[in-house]
Every structure is written in structure tokens, then in C-alpha cells.
């Protein structure tokens, strides 16, 4: 792209939406014009991007009548499933949040660390990975290149900020002793819900299928096994992630170290004796996936045992969206 792009923004008003357009801000990305818009319900309202003022456009089939070049979507799966097309049969490049598109063939599932030549294969529309996701594969991918991994457990610990709005409600109002329920079927302050979007008939939820399949596709390997257990903590911001991973090949466990110490995105924070490991409250806010904890497990053969903790919000969703996005203007 030679001239600078014609930018929407797709579900500006919620909780990705606005963490979005702060990533724009503050990564100071390049765009002619910028068209910020969201359902009938937040139509109208007044966004500042940049110390200009933005009247929010409703969805329509007509938005991407005007010449836009780059559409951020993050409006949920119905609406991504009914508009992403529209505006790829357009000639707009759509970078989708939802998990809509994420396991169609067609579509790239992109984490700039990992798998940025995936992007080239786009037919117009390109899928940010789920939270969880994202920020294991950023950590995994180096022991991949190196190692191999045979098989991967999964156990989740996520902020309730992944939820949006009503999910921040739950716990701010149960923190206060009057418990809610916007978002969740059981009280959340207080709590652990191993139960992270609906119920399958296998007995997973979808978000586990979600971290099992995408890490197979980010990965580009179907014969990684992988399993996941989900669960929803009173924690406002950041997810958190025990990860158990069987490399193919034997290693030395500080080489891991040193691996994810030089990995793209990644920080190290491992130093138990003096209680440094990954912290949620001190990870809210930051851009890179963090690592600690970092162990043999004895075990099995070639196991590990690591901590990664990431802003779900931030690169689990409005950072990774907009990386996807500097690599389409490169
Ligand atoms: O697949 O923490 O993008 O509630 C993101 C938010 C899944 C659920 C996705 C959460 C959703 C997740």
C-alpha cells in the first residue's frame, strides 16, 4: 500500500473497540481517513481519536460503499458474520476479533510473532486469533521451531475484562458483596468458573475448543495434541495460563530459558527465590506476553512447565489486531 489507508473501525464503543483505537493512537498508525462505527445503539455518540472529535456511523450493508482500504472489526460473531463478507466483496481488508472466521480455510489466523507469512494468503478477510490463544502460541512457537511438541495441556485462569462490560460489572459489583449476574450463570467474586463461553455436546466449552484448534492452525501442525481446561477468575484484567507442554526432543532446561528470553514479544520474568513471576495486576496495560516459572516436568519425558500471563484485552486482542494491521501497510 503506497498511500496511507482508509481505516474503519468496527464496534468502536466496546471494551476491544476502544482499546483499539488507543493502540492506533499510541502506535501512531498511518491513515488518510477514518471511519468509526458501531450497532444503532452507540450510532451517534462522540469518539475522540487524536484531539479530533468522530460521530459514530451505524453498521450498515452501505458503510463500505466509501473507499476503505482497512476495517477492524470487533463486534461480535453475528455481526462479523453477516458484514465481513459485504465488506470484503468490496475490495476491504477486514481484520476480524470474533471467532466467526477464525477455523474457515480461507481465512489466516495471524499472531505477527508466529505466523506473519500467513497473512499473504488472505481473500479479504484475516482472523486475530482468541485471547487464550495468542499469547501461548507467542511463548510456544520458539520450542516448536526448536524442539518439536508432541502434546500441550492447557489451564486457563482469564480476566473477566474478556467478557466486556457486563463481565467487569459481575465482579466490581460482587467485590462490593451484591452479587450479579450480566454475565455469568454463578457469582464471580469470590470464585472460579471452569466454564468460558458455551457448553459442548463433547463436554468442553467452545473456548477450549477454540484454544485446542487455533493453536493447531497458528502452528500449522494437526498432529499436536492438545488439550484445554477454561476458567473464569475474579480477576479484572490479564489471563493467566499453566501450560504443559511434551517437546519431541530432549533439551536442557536452560536453553528454554534462554529461548524465551530472546523470543519476539516475550519477557522474562523468572525468578522464584525472589518471588518474580508473571502477575496479572502488574501485566494489565503491557503489550508483550510474559513467562515464568519456567520448569522441567519429571513427570514424562521432554516435559515443561510454564506460567504466561498477558493483557487479554491488549494483546489478546486490540494489539494483535493492529500488528495484523501494520503488516498489511508494509
Ligand atoms: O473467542 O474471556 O474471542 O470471555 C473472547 C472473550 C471468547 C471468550 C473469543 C472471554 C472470545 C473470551
Redesign the pocket.
Given at each position: 500500500m503506497n498511500k496511507k489507508p482508509n481505516l474503519a473501525v468496527v464496534g468502536a464503543t466496546g471494551v476491544v473497540g476502544r482499546t483499539i483505537l488507543k493502540v492506533l493512537e499510541e502506535r501512531d498508525f498511518p491513515f488518510e481517513n477514518l471511519y468509526i462505527m458501531a450497532s444503532a445503539k452507540s450510532a451517534g455518540t462522540v469518539v475522540n481519536f487524536k484531539g479530533k472529535d468522530y460521530v459514530v456511523e451505524e453498521l450498515t450493508e452501505n458503510s463500505f460503499d466509501k473507499p476503505i482500504d482497512i476495517a477492524l472489526f470487533s463486534a461480535g460473531g453475528a455481526t462479523s458474520e453477516k458484514f465481513a463478507p459485504i465488506a470484503a466483496s468490496k475490495g476491504v481488508v477486514v481484520v476480524d476479533?470474533?471467532?466467526a472466521w477464525r477455523m474457515n480455510k480461507e481465512v489466516p489466523l495471524v499472531v505477527p510473532e508466529v505466523n506473519p507469512e500467513a497473512i499473504k494468503l488472505h481473500k479479504g478477510i484475516i482472523s486475530n486469533p482468541?485471547?487464550s490463544t495468542i499469547q501461548a502460541v507467542v511463548v510456544l512457537k520458539p520450542l516448536y521451531d526448536k524442539y518439536g511438541i508432541k502434546r500441550i495441556v492447557y489451564s486457563t485462569y482469564?480476566?473477566v475484562s474478556?467478557?466486556g462490560v457486563k463481565?467487569i460489572k459481575d465482579l466490581e459489583e460482587g467485590l462490593k458483596g451484591n452479587d450479579t449476574n450480566y454475565a455469568y450463570p454463578h457469582p464471580i467474586a469470590g470464585n472460579c468458573l471452569p466454564h468460558?463461553?458455551s457448553f459442548l455436546d463433547n463436554g468442553y466449552t467452545k473456548?477450549e475448543m477454540?484454544m485446542i484448534r487455533e493453536t493447531q492452525k497458528i502452528l500449522n501442525d494437526e498432529n499436536i495434541k492438545v488439550t484445554a481446561t477454561t476458567v473464569r477468575v475474579p480477576v479484572f484484567d490479564s489471563h493467566s495460563e499453566s501450560i504443559n507442554i511434551e517437546l519431541n526432543k530432549p533439551f536442557e532446561i536452560e536453553d528454554i530459558k534462554k529461548l524465551l528470553a530472546e523470543a519476539p514479544g516475550v519477557v522474562l520474568q523468572d525468578d522464584p527465590q525472589n518471588n518474580v513471576y508473571p502477575l496479572a495486576r502488574e501485566i494489565a496495560g503491557k503489550d508483550e506476553v510474559f513467562v515464568g516459572r519456567i520448569r522441567r516436568d519429571f513427570s514424562v519425558d521432554n516435559g515443561i512447565n510454564i506460567w504466561v500471563v498477558a493483557d487479554?484485552i491488549r494483546k489478546g486482542a486490540a494489539t494483535n489486531t493492529v500488528q495484523i494491521a501494520e503488516l498489511l501497510i508494509k
Open positions: 476479533n470474533s471467532s482468541n485471547c482469564q480476566a474478556g467478557t463481565g468460558i463461553d473456548e477454540k487479554n
